[in-house]
């Protein structure tokens, strides 16, 4: 097995979320990293002396942060929670990460794209977010660049896994119900299972973070969350009404990008593992069952 370049602990923020339970579920299968999670209540992004006590007093090496404001619709009555927390709050870890020499991964969001382009997007692709909760993601990018920390930044899109509420989780609840379900059919993107993205995550900071860069990470392929929610039914058997439907007919309050999907040559060429995301969907099946 490769050996971390990271002296020191990891420090795990945002660890009651699924993308941190994830880390902590896979944890012990990486020997070589030390990962850290605090409790919630002690791993404020916004308390910079809060963050600096664990980095000086329990020898933190790297961080990876799995803590953000993600409510998409609640955000665009609430900025300013988002803001602090998705902006404010990574400005913080920035700030620490370069005082104390330390690397940083953080994750971020095809939300931070208008969605507006038939092609998938690549790191360089021109962020434009159309909502407050990409506005805010794509401000915290822009803060870890501007410190000028050693700093890796993973967008992802569709994030799913066992944990907490998601789409699978859901889609599972209702269709168990017999409920006739309306799921749109025009937005298209590649769903994430989290413990592949937590093991992305390691196999970057164990590889070693110089300098500033951002990293598309996803799964292969693409579907729209109609197709999405016919192959979690599929895999599992449930005989589920469902109507395809347009997002004009499937109104929220934060607008959606039409196209999250994002190019993942840079990860291939990073040798981080990729599979088409049906698979991964039936492993994260596998485990809920």
Known sequence: MEKSSIEGRILVTGSA????????????????????????????????????????????????????????DRAEEDEETAYTINT?????????????????????????????????????SAANPLGAYGRTKL???????????????IRTSWLYSEFGNNFVVTMLR??????????V???????????????????????????????????????SWYGFAREIFLLRGIQADITPVSTEQYPVKAPRPRNSVMCMDKALQRGLTLRPWQDALAECLGEIE
């Open 174 to 183: 209702l269709g168990g119900e017999g409920k006739p379900l309306r799921v």
């Open 88 to 124: 404010l709050g990574v400005r913080v870890l920035g700030d620490l990460c370069k005082t104390y020499g330390i690397p940083l991964i953080h994750f971020s969001t095809d939300y931070v794209f208008d969605g507006l382009s038939d092609d998938p997007y690549t790191e360089v």
């Open 17 to 72: 979320g699924q993308l941190g339970k994830s880390l902590r579920k896979i944890a012990g299968q990486y020997p070589d990293l030390d990962l850290f999670f605090p409790d919630e209540s002690d791993a404020d992004l916004t308390d910079r002396e809060q963050i600096e006590r664990h980095i000086t007093a329990s020898n933190i090496g790297g961080i990876i942060n799995c803590a953000a404001y993600t409510a998409v």
């Open 139 to 153: 401000a915290g990018e822009r803060a870890l660049c501007d410190w000028g920390c050693n700093a890796v930044v």
């Open 185 to 223: 059919c025009d937005q298209r993107g590649t769903p994430t299972y989290a413990t592949d993205l937590a093991r992305a995550a390691l196999e970057v900071l164990r590889k070693g973070v110089s300098g500033f860069d951002i990293l598309h990470y996803s799964a292969l392929g693409q579907t």
